[in-house]
């Protein structure tokens, strides 16, 4: 059985697998960083981890649950705050490629959104032969209509990308 995590919302609680709150804590860490104008998820880890209090109970039915609300039972996890290390400054200057290596990425990606074109296309006009094959069946019209839709606004975002590469 996977963890799960109780995450305190007033006097509710929603359970999400540990895994995912884990994600959902490190994503609140950054936009609360950015939104401080702190640089990175270190300022917004460090934050979370200094007020953050979680407790682990396990069920009769023996289900693991951690959350921030202290329940009966409920043992408090002694967690040491993570070590953070300020970003170190990159230089754009390592990660330029040549102009004949770009010329050639270019190239194969012109070539490739060219190739996904075309498949658009054929499978553009194979939805349009089935709905014109499907006769009377409305349900599968419908079904082979929406294919259509779907094709066409594929071969519009396609030629944008292509307009954007010339």
Same mark, same amino acid.
């Given at each position: 059985a996977a963890a799960l995590?109780?995450?305190?919302?007033?006097?509710?609680?929603?359970?999400?697998?540990?895994?995912?709150?884990?994600?959902?804590?490190?994503?609140l860490a950054v936009r609360f960083a950015r939104l401080l104008g702190g640089n990175g998820p270190a300022v917004g880890l460090a934050a979370l981890a200094a007020h953050a209090e979680i407790y682990k109970s396990v069920d009769a039915s023996g289900r693991v649950t951690y959350s921030n609300i202290p329940t009966k039972g409920a043992k408090k996890l002694s967690i040491t705050p993570l070590t953070t290390v300020p970003p170190s400054s990159i230089s754009d200057a390592g990660l330029k490629v040549d102009s004949q290596t770009q010329k050639m990425r270019d190239g194969m990606r012109y070539r490739i959104l060219n190739e996904e074109?075309? *498949?658009?296309? +054929?499978?553009?006009? @194979?939805? !349009?032969?089935?709905?014109?094959? *499907?006769?009377? +069946?409305?349900?599968? @019209?419908? !079904?082979?209509?929406?294919?259509?839709?779907l094709h066409e606004k594929n071969i519009e975002a396609l030629k944008k990308e292509i307009a954007n590469l010339k």
């Open positions: 995590y109780k995450l305190g919302l007033g006097a509710w609680g929603v359970r999400i697998p540990v895994a995912l709150a884990a994600g959902a804590l490190v994503w074109l075309k *498949a658009e296309k +054929d499978r553009l006009e @194979a939805s !349009r032969k089935a709905v014109a094959d *499907a006769g009377g +069946d409305e349900a599968k @019209a419908k !079904r082979y209509r929406d294919d259509e839709k």
